[in-house]
């Protein structure tokens, strides 16, 4: 892999090991931190842990069916007009 | 890989009755494990049973589905682009196939076919 390839695949690479990272200490560690110590500042409340990956899959679902609608849209039409 | 499972029933009034067999599929491995595994959350989320946990169990446990959901999702991307930084490019491989498929193509034209 050169060039774009190798900096998009070490980019998500990258962007995962972040996300999870993240993700970990927010669920995980959080809770056994002593809630005035500042670290508290970093992250949003705990509810929204478990309501940003709930969007986040809801907008996936929708870029999914969107995709397969146009698809099957275009297809239908090539199909008419042939 | 399919695994018989053959459960009989020890008792002795009921050594009579006919040995019960099935076969356990994958499908039905997992979904044992699954439910399990939810049982044993929806016990630590939910208190069914009233074990008073110390708050800090229930704060850790209600959202470890999304959390192994996100968990997944991160490895799975994580695979992906490791597999796409790290593939194996034949540069002149390509270039030879890209030129043989121009061959073809102006072959095949001279030869009537529309492309």
């Given at each position: 892999?050169t060039?774009?390839?190798?900096?998009?695949?070490?980019g998500?690479?990258?962007?995962?090991?972040?996300l999870?990272?993240?993700?970990?200490?927010?669920v995980?560690?959080?809770p056994?931190v002593?809630?005035?110590?500042v670290?508290?500042?970093?992250?949003l409340?705990?509810?929204?842990?478990?309501?940003?990956?709930?969007?986040?899959?809801?907008?996936?679902?929708?870029?999914?069916g969107t995709?397969?609608g146009?698809?099957?849209?275009k297809?239908r039409k090539?199909k008419?007009v042939? | 890989?399919?695994?018989?499972l053959?459960?009989?029933i020890?008792?002795?009034?009921?050594?009579?009755?006919l040995?019960?067999?099935?076969?356990?599929?994958?499908l039905?491995?997992?979904l044992?494990a699954?439910?399990l595994?939810?049982?044993?959350?929806?016990?630590?989320?939910?208190?069914?049973?009233?074990?008073?946990?110390?708050?800090v169990y229930?704060e850790?446990?209600?959202?470890?589905?999304?959390?192994?959901?996100?968990?997944?999702?991160?490895?799975?991307?994580?695979t992906?682009?490791?597999?796409v930084?790290?593939f194996?490019?034949?540069?002149?491989?390509a270039?030879?196939?890209q030129?043989q498929?121009?061959?073809?193509?102006?072959?095949?034209?001279?030869k009537?076919?529309?492309?």
């Open positions: 892999a060039g774009a390839d190798h900096a998009v695949g070490l998500l690479v990258g962007f995962s090991l972040l999870f990272t993240y993700y970990t200490i927010w995980i560690v959080l056994f002593d809630s005035d110590h670290v508290h500042s970093y992250f409340p705990p509810e929204y842990s478990v309501i940003l990956p709930g969007i986040a899959a809801l907008i996936l679902l929708l870029c999914v995709f397969i146009i698809v099957t849209w297809n090539s008419k042939n | 890989m399919t695994s018989s053959c459960v009989c020890a008792s002795s009034e009921l050594a009579q009755s040995p019960v067999s099935f076969t356990m599929t994958k039905l491995e997992w044992f699954v439910s595994v939810g049982v044993a959350w929806g016990l630590v989320t939910f208190d069914l049973l009233d074990f008073q946990f110390p708050a229930r850790v446990a209600w959202p470890m589905p999304v959390y192994l959901l996100v968990v997944f999702g991160c490895y799975s991307l994580a992906v682009g490791y597999r930084a790290t194996n490019d034949c540069e002149e491989a270039r030879e196939l030129g498929i121009q061959e073809a193509k102006e072959d095949l034209k001279k009537g076919l529309k492309i």
